[in-house]
């Protein structure tokens, strides 16, 4: 409770501008002139006629809303469905790959690749489970064994394929693409796959590396300016990474 007593003299009353109110003598009637909060609740026949408007409403577009539920139950349905398929194909994938991975870390690359009769290789799993986790990761695969096997473009197609939402992983394939666009003699192209790998989640660990490879591949194409500032930016946004000091080295070779 207020400990300011009440004098009668508030701004309002002392301008005269205090407005009049009928106060009921029953503090549980409704004051006088006072809209109701909601008029159905203190109408009954206003709420009852919006009903049959309501009912009226449903029976004249019967056929429309069952088409407008049809479609939503067919979709709810619909994707429940497909994401249980595509569960069951990333299985599938799974284990089709199984065998190519074997071969793969064997170096048997061919046959990881292409396959060795008695399991589909990591070409066929890319292809038939494309929309799956383990065929995107197929793609990897088969995108470094073609890179080892001297096939760059074939190695450029399957990495570009390749999508991760692990940062590492992805930035490993920017660069491995980097890798095979060199080897093409597209020393340019390179340059820029390996700058979009630095900057990809940059951190300290792998983006000096990668920033090395741009500098490089940046003389390689006549870029000493581009080379420079790769060099610049190792030095200042990583200063303890190891790359550091062959990044000067390099940087003052070019400033001669």
Known sequence: MSKIPYTGKSQQARQGQVTQQNVPADPLAPAENLPAENPLLEDPD???????ESEDFVRNNRTLLLGILAVVVLAVVGGFGFYTWRGQQDSKAQASMFRAVNNWEADSLSKAV???G???GLVTVANEYSSTKAGNLANF???????????????????GDFTSDDYLVQSRAYSLMGDAQLELNQPKEAADLYAKAADHNANEYFSPGYLMKEATARELANDPEGALKAYDRIITEYPTAQEVSEARQFKAKLEK
């Open 118 to 120: 008695k399991a589909p």
């Open 46 to 52: 206003a709420l009852a006629a919006r009903l049959v």
């Open 114 to 116: 292409k396959g060795d």
């Open 141 to 159: 695969y088969a995108g470094v064994a073609s890179l080892k096997q001297g096939k760059y473009k074939e190695a450029l197609d399957y990495l």
